[in-house]
């Protein structure tokens, strides 16, 4: 009867966890969501992988008001001087875009700049399973996802897609 007991918790426990989906592909939703330029223009996330096709992406989606983002600020500058040939694309979820703007050139952010208007439950956060900033992708010259989720910019994961 022990037995049956221990057999019942882990299936309970097995069958009771949902498996972390870590998709290689963007869904539509999180394609067509909106996000803004640094000029004011709308565009797609799907637009922005188009121009960065060809080469490798890390997405950092981060706010000048998060303290872990700015802390992880110094490990990104390493990165982008260790993969020079890798593209940088930043999404803010700051809460207004002139925070955004201010905090860009504040801590001498480099790269290309996005402000997250959907912010963190809109499709494109939805799909990203967003609850952590900063929060790293690695996207792939034909923009698939390499890697879903890293929370510092030098985890080793992150690190070993670039090279």
């Not at 990165?79 to 700051?94: A, G, I, M, R, T």
């Not at 494109?124 to 996207?139: A, K």
Request: net charge neutral; charged share 25%; proline share 3%.
């Amino acid at each position: 009867m022990k037995i049956f007991k221990y057999i019942l918790i882990f299936s309970f426990s097995f069958l009771g966890c949902k498996a972390q989906e870590k998709p290689t592909q963007f869904s539509e939703a999180a394609l067509n969501d909106t996000f803004i330029t640094l000029d004011g223009a709308t565009t797609t996330f799907k637009a922005i992988l188009e121009t960065n096709k060809g080469k490798t992406t890390i997405v950092d989606i981060w706010a000048s008001w998060c303290s872990d983002c700015i802390k992880g600020m110094p490990k990104v500058k390493a990165l982008q001087q260790q993969f020079p040939n890798v593209n940088y694309v930043f999404l803010s979820l700051d809460k207004t875009q002139e925070a955004w703007k201010k905090g860009i050139e504040k801590y001498d952010v480099n790269g290309e700049h996005y402000f997250m208007q959907s912010g963190w439950k809109g499709p494109f956060g939805e799909f990203v399973q967003l609850d952590w900033i900063p929060r790293y992708m690695v996207i792939d010259q034909n923009g698939n996802i390499k890697l879903f989720k890293a929370i510092e910019a030098d985890d080793e994961q992150l690190i070993k897609f670039l090279k």
